[in-house]
């Protein structure tokens, strides 16, 4: 059983939103921080946000002002709220908890 999915992911335009969601599967009854990562094809894997178990929230300067993580710990999701997109945000994104990693979810930024 996968411990982490990914979902939200998809193709938008510059300038639109996504919001990602990452569901814990019911055997994760710990809460951890909750880091978001994304990987672009041929690039190294880049760390995006955290929000950790005391709900305080860390981004990369890249998606600064325009990323907002959150989490749901009684349903032991995160959330991250992508907005003004841009086509360098087309990467795909996953999410962490604690050594559990999602497969991915793609989002791809294109006019």
């Known amino acids: 059983q996968v411990p982490l999915v990914e979902s939200g992911g998809g193709l938008v335009e510059p300038g639109e939103s996504l919001k990602l969601t990452c569901t814990a599967s019911?055997?994760?009854?710990?809460?951890?921080?909750i880091r978001w990562y994304r990987q672009a094809p041929g690039k190294q894997r880049e760390w995006v946000a955290t929000?950790?178990?005391?709900?305080?929230?860390y981004y990369s300067d890249s998606v600064k002002d325009r990323f907002i993580v959150t989490r749901d710990n009684g349903k032991n999701m995160g959330f991250l709220q992508m907005n003004t997109l841009k086509p360098e945000d087309t990467a795909t994104y996953l999410c962490?908890?604690?050594?559990?990693w999602g497969q991915g979810t793609q989002v791809t930024v294109s006019s």
């Open positions: 962490n908890m604690h050594d559990m």
């Open positions: 019911r055997s994760v009854r710990t809460i951890y921080n």
């Open positions: 929000i950790d178990t005391d709900d305080r929230a």
